[in-house]
């Protein structure tokens, strides 16, 4: 099987055209399925407000990823947030 690998862009800027910093944007932007305009805020439990800026083949009904920082900082984090939340849309 032959599959094109991309690799061209910047992995820190999102959908919406959005430039990810770990020290703003870890823990408070997330990719959210097609059903929600991308700037959508949401409510979450545990977790405050978070706002969709990006999209993923993987994000699919009901769930949000959160993006937690890059290489060691992003690595730390992972499992921050993790579960089952209540959520609810502010906008």
């Known amino acids: 099987m032959e599959m094109y690998i991309n690799t061209q862009g ?19 932007v997330v990719a ?31 769930r949000l990823d959160l993006w937690v920082g890059e290489g060691q900082v992003g690595h730390d984090r992972v499992g921050q947030g993790s579960g089952y939340h209540e959520i609810f849309i502010i906008n």
């Open 10 to 28: 910047d992995p820190l800027v999102t959908a919406s055209g959005y430039r990810l910093s770990d020290s703003k944007d870890a823990g408070h």
């Open 32 to 62: 959210c399925p097609p059903t929600y305009k991308l700037g959508t805020q949401f409510w979450v439990e545990d977790l405050g407000i978070l706002t969709c800026e990006d999209r993923g083949g993987a994000i699919k009904g009901r």
